[in-house]
């Protein structure tokens, strides 16, 4: 499904990955961890096709298709979910509305008929109860006021709505609560399914005590140094990240 080859990237003209190896199939579920400043988050943006990074080197593709080629709006037409570290507000734009607006989006580029009112409004209840999303946050506008769990809560909600093919969540190393992260991981286990794949990238071990990856790997100064199975993420947690950072300045 995602094939990621020898993929390098700058910003600002500073080179932060340097030569990802990553193949994703369906079904599966990939943890990214590393410390802090390894390049977790700049490989969710690229894969995004955030404009601010420039990839500089190796490739991706996606189903077959050159990846790095689209913009991100055609990527998320091509059924990929990227949750931003930091999700936008839309004033005056309900949740449910943008909602209906990006899903007809993804069905036009994909040539099917828009969604029913009746399709879209069992959905709604559907995905929503998935996450526990409580009536009025679908109702308000997108993310505004909505406090840092209710942000969360929403993201996985609109993740569940779009039904991509690969989800990458890039979770913030900053102040998620236990709550949030158990959204995160329900949301995540409920919607995996032999078609779709996810990524999840994370620095903290916790989020994998709720979900079970497939593999788990480690970035360190823009490198996968290690994968492993979910045995690697208890590791990390017993030991952190030091040995791995020895591991490679040995090398
Ligand atoms: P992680 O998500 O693993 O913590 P990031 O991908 O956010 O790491 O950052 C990797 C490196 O890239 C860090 O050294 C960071 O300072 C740098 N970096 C990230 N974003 C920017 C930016 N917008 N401008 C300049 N440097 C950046
Ligand atoms: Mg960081
Ligand atoms: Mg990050």
Redesign the pocket.
């Known amino acids: 499904m995602l094939s990621i080859k020898n993929l390098q990237a700058s ?2 003209g ?1 080179e ?1 990955l340097k030569g990802i190896n990553l193949e994703i199939k369906p079904g599966e579920v990939h943890a990214i961890m ?12 690229v894969l995004a096709g955030r404009e ?2 420039e990839v500089t080197g190796g490739e991706a593709t996606f189903n077959g298709e050159d990846l790095l080629d689209l913009d991100p709006e055609e990527r998320a037409h091509k059924g990929l979910f990227l949750a931003f ?1 930091y999700p936008v507000e839309i004033p005056g734009v309900s949740n449910i509305n943008f909602l209906k607006t990006s899903i007809n989006e993804i069905r036009k580029a994909r040539g099917e008929e828009e969604i029913s009112a009746g399709d879209f409004l069992k959905m709604v209840k559907e995905k929503s109860a998935l996450v526990d999303l409580p009536d009025n946050l679908a109702k308000r506008s997108v993310n505004e006021g909505f406090s840092g769990g209710e942000k969360k809560r929403n993201e996985i909600f609109q993740m569940a709505m779009l039904e991509p093919k690969l989800a990458i969540l ?1 979770e913030t ?1 900053s102040g998620l609560d236990i709550d949030a992260l158990r959204v995160v991981a329900n949301g995540v286990n409920k919607l995996k399914s032999p078609e779709n794949a996810t990524i999840v ?1 994370t ?1 903290y071990q916790r989020l994998l005590d709720y979900i079970v990856p497939d593999f788990v790997h480690v ?1 360190y100064k ?1 490198r996968i140094v290690k994968s492993g199975d979910k045995s690697l993420a208890l590791e990390l947690e017993e030991k952190g990240y030091d040995w791995i950072k020895e591991g490679v300045e040995a090398v």
């Open positions: 910003i600002e500073k932060i590393g410390p802090n400043g390894s390049g977790k988050s700049t490989l969710a943006s601010e990074y570290q890039d190393d990238v620095h970035l823009g």
